[in-house]
């Protein structure tokens, strides 16, 4: 096990970058003998939704762990036959938040993430999410292209 790496945190949003560093981290972890943590983080939007019918929390909630097992789906079919044991955690609330924050739950982690998934027009706009997980997490952050 390494001494100063104890466990990869690799978010996921289904995006082919993010595939990319599940990836990576897959062999980094295997590598290193650490455990491996898959994290999809939701987002959760409630009330009109451009046009939509109102939306309740529930059925947000619902969205969101359709998307959880769609983004782990995307991840574990890449990993083929070489898939180590990986914990899935889905989160809800802004993603470089939640990601730093969940970083910060467990010391000498490492993230490893794509540099933009899903949100390239938010992330334009607004600063992306692998920048301000960058910049805030406790520990080592490598991007993936």
Same mark, same amino acid.
């Given at each position: 096990?390494?001494?100063?790496?104890? @466990?990869?945190?690799?978010?996921?949003?289904?995006?082919?970058?993010?595939?990319?560093? *599940?990836?990576? *981290? @897959?062999?980094?972890?295997?590598?290193?003998?650490?455990?491996?943590?898959?994290?999809?983080?939701? $987002?959760?939007?409630?009330?009109?939704?451009?046009?939509?019918?109102?939306?309740?929390? $529930?059925?947000?909630?619902?969205?969101?762990?359709?998307?959880?097992?769609?983004?782990?789906?995307?991840?574990?079919?890449?990993?083929?036959?070489?898939?180590? $044991?990986?914990?899935?955690?889905?989160?809800?609330?802004?993603?470089?938040? $939640?990601?730093?924050?969940?970083?910060?739950?467990?010391?000498? *982690?490492?993230?490893?993430?794509? @540099? @933009?998934?899903?949100?390239?027009?938010?992330?334009?706009?607004?600063?992306?999410?692998?920048?301000?997980?960058?910049?805030?997490?406790?520990?080592?952050?490598?991007?993936?292209?």
């Amino acid at each position: 096990m390494s001494e100063h790496i104890h @466990r990869i945190l690799v978010p996921v949003d289904g995006s082919e970058q993010s595939t990319r560093a *599940a990836l990576l *981290a @897959r062999d980094l972890a295997v590598a290193l003998g650490v455990p491996l943590t898959l994290l999809f983080v939701y $987002e959760p939007v409630y009330g009109s939704l451009a046009g939509a019918a109102q939306l309740t929390k $529930e059925e947000v909630q619902a969205a969101g762990r359709l998307a959880a097992a769609d983004a782990f789906g995307a991840v574990e079919t890449a990993f083929g036959d070489r898939v180590p $044991e990986a914990q899935r955690q889905v989160s809800w609330g802004q993603p470089a938040e $939640e990601v730093v924050a969940i970083a910060r739950q467990h010391p000498q *982690a490492m993230v490893v993430m794509g @540099r @933009r998934g899903l949100g390239a027009v938010a992330g334009a706009l607004l600063g992306s999410v692998s920048q301000a997980v960058l910049r805030h997490a406790p520990g080592p952050v490598t991007l993936v292209s």
